[in-house]
């Protein structure tokens, strides 16, 4: 059924065969999401476009690092603004890439939405292979019945999810999700910038962000303030900031 997983406590540590579920394609439909196997639709068309932008920098053209290259952060000023919808058709517009596999990444610990999004049970994720150096983030990849398309979840809610966040372990479980995946694609959905400070701290540890505005809501200095935020945090971090904006695309929803 959809969201089997292989394991009875969520919490448990996982076997190295990690865990599985299938993805309740209905409520995707109903929700005007892209179906992987459905028709090409505009919606489909416009990630298509969106994408080749940002796998462009994964390939290195734009001058991203090689340890950051595999690694998008989709984000929002603020909340409702179309973020964790255009961070799911993203992933499974990518999904359909015949050279690469994704990874989909709930970084939103306090309002997580991907798992029921997708009708795939809850359990342990990201937050927990950060706080827990013993665990190995691998075993908690969802592999998923779409071809391509693997999920990371949350995970358990912490009070210092941005310290964790800032730690060298995030480092250390993002190069174990790429290192030995040359092919996959991490997209990251992060909490809104404005709201929650998680997300400037994992846009340093990425090599682009997919800024997302909700047309007629999202206002010009609630953009121009989340991506200084955004940025401000990246220079700090030795990244490239506002003078050069290959690493940042701007998406708007209507």
Do not use: W
Request: proline residues 6%; charged residues 30%; glycine residues 8%.
């Amino acid at each position: 059924s959809p969201g089997t997983l292989l394991s009875e406590d969520p919490y448990h540590e996982l076997l190295p065969s990690g865990r599985y579920g299938e993805i309740d394609r209905e409520s995707l439909r109903e929700a005007g999401f892209i179906l992987p196997d459905g028709p090409v639709t505009g919606l489909a068309e416009e990630f298509r476009i969106v994408k080749r932008q940002l796998l462009l920098g994964v390939s290195g053209g734009t001058g991203i690092a090689e340890d950051k290259r595999q690694t998008i952060l989709v984000c929002s000023a603020q909340a409702d603004e179309g973020k964790t919808f255009c961070a799911v058709n993203l992933a499974l517009s990518l999904a359909g890439e015949k050279d690469r596999e994704v990874l989909l990444v709930d970084g939103d610990s306090v309002k997580p939405e991907i798992l029921s999004i997708l009708g795939l049970e809850a359990g342990p994720g990201f937050v927990d292979a950060i706080a827990d150096p013993t665990i190995n983030p691998e075993n908690l990849v969802i592999q998923t019945d779409i071809e391509g398309l693997s999920v990371l979840p949350a995970g358990r809610p912490e009070n210092d999810v941005t310290e964790l966040l800032a730690s060298e372990r995030t480092r250390e479980v993002l190069a174990g999700l790429t290192r030995r995946r040359p092919k996959r694609v991490v997209i990251f959905d992060s909490p809104p910038a404005l709201m929650a400070s998680p997300a400037s701290v994992l846009a340093t540890h990425v090599g682009q962000v997919m800024m997302v505005v909700r047309a007629d809501k999202t206002t010009e200095a609630d953009l121009r303030e989340a991506i200084a935020l955004i940025l401000e945090d990246r220079r700090e971090d030795g990244l490239r900031g506002l003078p050069d904006d290959a690493d940042r695309t701007v998406v708007t929803v209507e």
